[in-house]
């Protein structure tokens, strides 16, 4: 299995970014999965989740608001678009199965300036 997050990148703050993560897997479908991200000095943390379906999402109090995940189950792609980013949205940012299934992928970096 292998997961590969794109679409990072620097960005004012008040800007948006789309991330994108794609998964080398064929049960991609069945699997809750979200988004995660670690701060500089930071341990990584949960920022949202969708159930295998979509119909069904979560959010960190952090993010709540300004964050939407979404999926295609036909690409086997997941999104996060990121709205009103602040600088302590400032991380690496990582998909996974909720739970951490899978192998991790290298993250991409979204870093956000005020």
């Known amino acids: 299995v292998q997961l590969v997050e794109s679409g990072g990148g620097l960005v004012q703050a008040g800007g948006s970014l789309r991330l994108n993560c794609a998964a080398s897997v064929s049960t991609f479908s069945i699997h809750a999965m979200a988004w995660y991200r670690q701060g500089p000095g930071k341990q990584r943390e949960l920022v949202a989740s969708?159930?295998?379906?979509?119909?069904?999402?979560d959010y960190a109090d952090s993010v709540k608001g300004r964050f939407t995940i979404s999926r295609d189950n036909a690409k086997n792609t997941m999104y996060l678009q990121m709205n009103s980013l602040k600088p302590e949205d400032t991380a690496v940012y990582y998909c996974?199965?909720?739970?951490?299934?899978?192998?991790w992928g290298q993250g991409t970096q979204v870093t956000v300036s005020s």
């Open positions: 996974n199965t909720l739970g951490g299934l899978f192998r």
């Open positions: 969708i159930m295998s379906g979509g119909d069904k999402t």
